[in-house]
């Protein structure tokens, strides 16, 4: 595939930016024909330190609530006043996925970008937690690690290389994740399916220069990626 619109963007902040592999290449595959119109209100949910947000804003003109519990509002605020945006464009907010603060019914849509895996797992997050938030007919874009077969019985050592068991279980694979949102009774599938993006955005995280980086560097390296995939899951609130 092409990222048109990832190459707009220097990579070196991307690199200062991002948390695992590159998630504008990610989002970018992820929106490919997206149903959510310009102009809608978007949570990007687990939005980090917010370059996937900028994106969000920019390349497809939605108003976007960076929600995240692990970064500084403030510190996302800057960053997205340097890159030129408005408050009208991009609203930074700390918050934890699963305990919300905002109005029912407020969002037209959701793009979660390789964060949903850590708090998803739970086949009541669904309707419990995040769809009551977001509009009759709304959308959920979501992308997340994968693997392209189970292996949690039998880890290949080369994904030993960089995490332990009890990380692994927060990648799982396209039949998992279709179990799990089966369970929704308030939303459909529109479609969950195998990304294109793989490799190249693995090799793109492993060139940071970050202790996380440094540490998957061992996994990819050794060949990891035979194992893993991309996962995009899209959801409609009925």
């Not at 990832?6 to 590159?22: A, H, R, V």
Request: aromatic share 12%.
């Amino acid at each position: 595939m092409k990222y048109e619109k990832t190459l707009k963007y220097d990579t070196d902040l991307i690199n200062q930016k991002i948390m695992g592999p590159n998630p504008l290449k990610l989002e970018e595959e992820l929106m490919k024909d997206n149903r959510i119109k310009t102009g809608s209100i978007v949570m990007d949910l687990g939005s980090g330190q917010g370059i996937t947000s900028i994106f969000l804003a920019k390349e497809y003109g939605f108003k976007v609530y960076a929600t995240d519990l692990w970064s500084d509002a403030e510190e996302n605020k800057k960053f997205f006043t340097e890159m030129g945006l408005t408050d009208e464009q991009v609203i930074p907010v700390k918050a934890d996925a699963t305990d919300l603060k905002y109005e029912k019914e407020f969002f037209d849509a959701v793009v979660s970008t390789d964060s949903y895996n850590y708090f998803g797992r739970d086949e009541n997050y669904l309707d419990e937690k995040l769809l009551p938030f977001i509009k009759k007919g709304g959308y959920i874009y979501i992308v997340v690690p994968g693997m392209k077969k189970d292996c949690h019985n039998n880890i290949p050592k080369e994904l030993l290389l960089s995490w332990t068991p009890e990380q692994l279980d927060y990648i799982q694979t396209k039949e998992y994740w279709k179990n799990i949102i089966s369970k929704s009774k308030k939303s459909e599938i529109v479609s969950i399916y195998e990304m294109e993006s793989n490799e190249e955005c693995w090799n793109d995280w492993i060139k940071c220069d970050n202790e996380y980086s440094i540490n998957d560097r061992k996994a990819i390296e050794a060949g990891a990626c035979k194992y893993l995939n991309f996962i995009a899951i899209v959801l409609k609130k009925k």
